[in-house]
């Protein structure tokens, strides 16, 4: 355990830190299964909807430093090329 003030505190804004990334990364996560259920249906504009936010979410995502931007375009991508297999079924 840090014995020094300053270290006390980088330890409280590691753990605040962490809690908000993990619940970004949830966010994306949940946001993406959302997109893929609505991908095997007929509802364009909802579809297109959950696009938006995930492909939002993953922005804000890299602007605020949790994703890496290539692992942002990763997620985007391959969340598009499984939804197009899923329209041509």
Known sequence: MANIKSAKKRVLVAKRN??????MKSSIKTAVKKALALGAGDDKEALNAALSRVYKLCDKAVSKGILHKNTAARKKSRLTIAINKLQAK
């Open 18 to 23: 962490e809690e908000r990334n993990v619940a």
